[in-house]
Nanobody, 118 residues
Framework: QVQLVESGGGLGQAGGSLRLSCVAS????????MGWYRQAPGKQRELVGI???????NYADSKKGRFTISRDGAKNTVSLQMNTLKPEDTAVYYC????????????WGKGTLVTVSS
């Protein structure tokens, strides 16, 4: 199993920046990728972006340019730098880890709320 703990959410202002972090523990050697998803009120959870162990990144089109994912493998952390915040970025942000444990498994953090005021 993999446990994920997010931090760094809170209140941001439109045009400002916030940085989220996520620390993984447990079967970290099984992780092949980590990333972030978000769920806005009344909407489905959606991809923000992911980063593989090799450092390859994949972002949802709408997040390219404003959001940057980075990974510190030694510290088992993944971070999300969010710039030029918009009110529509308001959501609960979830850390995700994809691991090989018998098969491909997805693990989730409990989420951290980001609220962007206009």
């Amino acid at each position: 199993q993999v446990q994920l703990v997010e931090s760094g959410g809170g209140l941001g202002q439109a045009g400002g920046s916030l940085r989220l972090s996520c620390v993984a523990s447990g079967s970290i050697g099984s992780i092949i990728a980590m990333g972030w998803y978000r769920q806005a009120p009344g909407k489905q959870r959606e991809l923000v972006g992911i980063i593989t162990n090799e450092g390859s990144t994949n972002y949802a089109d709408s997040k390219k340019g404003r959001f940057t994912i980075s990974r510190d493998g030694a510290k088992n952390t993944v971070s999300l730098q969010m710039n030029t915040l918009k009110p529509e970025d308001t959501a609960v942000y979830y850390c995700n880890a994809r691991a090989i444990l018998g098969g491909v498994m997805n693990f989730w953090g409990k989420g951290t709320l980001v609220t962007v005021s206009s």
